[in-house]
């Protein structure tokens, strides 16, 4: 339209006009300030901050360093008195806590190598079977020493994780009579966790001497490499090792690959800091001289800035009139008659009323046509059978009649309802709106089942299903699809119980009992020391055949009733099969397994179930096997309780017996 074109250009050129004079301003300020910023940018250096920065982070890695010794010396102190090393082994187990704060793991090794304890994220267990340390490096050094020493990484026999060991000498007069240890884990990044002196844009490297990488910012895909291999450092580290591989208490610092690279010794250990950054431009302040230029500057800056508006409302002047006008548009009640009252003339406002009048009018229909859609919408969402709702920024902005009864609300209150509210465990929207965002960026929909809550506080499990508005801009929100699924949950939990339990007495059957044993077997390190209880009843037979099966079991029950109670509630109470039964035991020795078994065998045989003017009482033969190395395989471990139990049926029934047979309970 040529009005318009002719409009827009008369307006782009007082724009013009504008810019122009603003650009003129800044120009002049930033000649200023520039021409005072160079002597400013010769006195800076930024190897200077790197150097100090660098250097903060190894005193603070320093520092952290002598804790840690600090820690196990006091811990050495406590052990020193103790006579034996049983003794050394209980202090050891109270004092663990202490070391926890400053080493993922930390041990106690007696003069010979063999360990005494052992404290990490599992707990505290007093001799470990972790294999003797005599072979270890840092032992023999500390033997040979009577120092405290700093080992290079190595791979821990059972786990395979990589770390550093601490160890120092428990000292009985001249003699070393234990090895006090923490352990530093590579991978739970123990040796670079530094925030100290950290600049913008920094990468901070740990190595040792050699340059192997100890702790990247970037995270362990890094570690154990050499440094040489990481682009950033490669050509600092090539420098450094020619100048000698100093070990400069100031530090080494060097321009190289467009980094500027610091490395500064973390001293009394074998380990460096290194810290990279781009070259940056400006370092440091602006002293007062440039302050000053810089607020004529601005001075100027704004002064222009104030003529230049004067003049913008001189030269807009006219449209005045047409700002009550338009008004009438932005009012809150609707404008009846959006084309009419437009003021006329001709000239640009006569141009431009037209332009607005055109463009109410539009406006009108496109309100128009809008409401028609959100009735469509409200009737659709009241139609529809499951619970639908429209999610945005983690606000609901929508939702059906459906989904407003399945929460118990009604709709004003659902409408802006924060969507984690919904959730009943705190967590519950952070967890899903990861996962749905992890099937948004594969291009599918998210579907699952959760635990929502309603405005009463009671919860139900339901179906929910989340996609994009948009796949292409998933800042746009998600549409969410609710169906309560309680029932359907409540069938296959009870299922799922049904598939795993003995339908009489309640007990795990026997596939559930394969299943945890064998777990048991692929985790020994975790679940040892470990106990296989079987129990198997004397007399039951005579009670099936002359008091019947439902007496037996009424039997079978109270029998599973008094296992139980004299079992943790974590232990497993089994029923194999007939008048046998079996107990694991997790994290339980022999000898206190055979306490358990004992006082199974006494309360099997205490219980007097009366039937039909008789009494009816069995007794129990039990046999214990403790998951010892020499058992291989989950059939080797049940073998062995089944022999013991046979064992203590054969030697007189109502008996413990011990696998290999070794003490005898009666």
């Not at 520092?63 to 082994?89: I, K, Y």
């Not at 070990?247 to 074998?270: D, I, M, N, Y």
């Not at 009241?382 to 983690?394: I, L, S, Y």
């Not at 795990?508 to 129990?535: K, T, Y």
Request: proline share 4%; with cysteine; charged share 20%.
């Amino acid at each position: 339209m040529p009005a318009f074109d002719d409009v827009a250009w008369r307006l782009r050129a007082s724009l013009v006009a504008v810019v122009a004079l603003l650009a003129v301003a800044a120009s002049v300020a930033i000649w200023l300030a520039v021409s005072h910023l160079a002597q400013r940018i010769a006195r800076v250096s930024d190897e200077d901050h790197q150097r100090a920065s660098t250097r903060a982070t190894a005193e603070a890695m320093s520092s952290l360093q002598h804790q840690r010794e600090a820690a196990l010396a006091g811990t050495a102190r406590m052990l020193q008195p103790a006579a034996s090393d049983e003794e050394r082994a209980q202090r050891f187990t109270v004092l663990a806590s202490s070391l926890g704060t400053v080493f993922s793991a930390s041990f106690l090794i007696d003069a010979l190598g063999q360990p005494l304890a052992r404290a990490d994220e599992h707990g505290v267990q007093v001799m470990p079977a972790i294999g003797p340390m005599d072979d270890r490096s840092y032992f023999q050094e500390v033997m040979r020493t009577h120092k405290p020493v700093l080992s290079q990484p190595i791979a821990g026999r059972n786990t395979g994780r990589v770390s550093i060991v601490m160890a120092l000498p428990v000292m009985d007069g001249q003699r070393v009579v234990a090895v006090v240890a923490g352990v530093l884990r590579l991978d739970s990044g123990d040796v670079g966790r530094m925030a100290v002196g950290r600049l913008p844009g920094a990468v901070r490297v740990v190595t040792d001497d050699q340059g192997q990488i100890l702790s990247h910012d970037g995270g362990l895909a890094l570690q154990r490499l050499p440094l040489s291999r990481e682009a950033r450092f490669a050509e600092a580290f090539e420098a450094w090792r020619a100048q000698g591989s100093p070990r400069l208490t100031e530090g080494f610092v060097t321009v190289a690959g467009g980094q500027v690279v610091a490395a500064v010794p973390v001293s009394e250990t074998p380990w460096l800091i290194w810290q990279a950054r781009p070259v940056s431009g400006l370092q440091g302040g602006l002293d007062d001289e440039l302050e000053h230029t810089l607020q004529w500057t601005l001075g100027a800056v704004l002064l222009a800035g104030l003529l230049s508006c004067a003049w913008i409302v001189w030269r807009l002047r006219p449209l005045g009139r047409l700002v009550r006008r338009v008004q009438r548009l932005t009012a809150p009640m609707a404008d009846a008659q959006p084309g009419m009252g437009w003021p006329g003339g001709a000239g640009e406002l006569g141009q431009l009323s037209t332009l607005l009048r055109l463009w109410a009018t539009e406006q009108a229909g496109l309100a128009h046509a809008h409401a028609e859609i959100q009735t469509r919408l409200r009737a659709v969402l009241a139609a529809a059978p499951v619970g639908v709702a429209f999610v945005r920024e983690g606000v609901v902005e929508l939702a059906s009649a459906e989904c407003c009864r399945l929460f118990g609300n009604d709709a004003p209150q659902m409408l802006g309802r924060a969507a984690h509210e919904l959730f009943e465990e705190a967590d519950g929207f952070q967890r899903f709106l990861q996962a749905a965002r992890g099937a948004a960026a594969l291009g599918v929909p998210y579907g699952g089942d959760w635990r929502l809550r309603r405005s009463d506080g009671l919860g139900f499990w339901a179906n929910l299903r989340s996609r994009p508005v948009d796949w292409d801009d998933l800042s746009l929100g998600e549409i969410w699809t609710v169906a309560d699924v309680t029932e359907q949950k409540l069938v296959r939990q009870r299922l799922e119980w049904q598939s795993r339990h003995d339908p009489l007495t309640g007990a795990a059957n026997r596939m559930f009992f394969d299943q945890r044993i064998a777990r048991v077997m692929g985790n020994r390190e975790l679940f040892s020391p470990a106990v296989l209880i079987f129990i198997d009843l004397d007399h039951f037979k005579p009670i099936n055949d002359t008091a019947g099966h439902l007496a037996g079991d009424e039997v079978l029950k109270q029998v599973v009733q008094a296992i139980a109670a004299q079992s943790r509630s974590g232990d497993l109470v089994v029923r194999l099969g007939g008048d046998e039964f079996a107990l694991l035991l997790e994290q339980c020795s022999g000898m206190a397994a055979l306490a358990v078994a004992q006082r199974i065998r006494a309360a099997v045989q205490e219980i007097v179930v009366p039937w039909e003017e008789q009494e009816l009482r069995v007794g129990a033969s039990i046999g214990v096997a403790e998951l010892t190395p020499d058992i291989r395989t989950a059939q080797d471990w049940v073998a062995a309780a089944d022999a013991a139990c046979y064992a203590a049926k054969t030697s007189g029934r109502n008996q413990v017996q011990m696998s290999p047979p070794r003490v005898v309970l009666r």
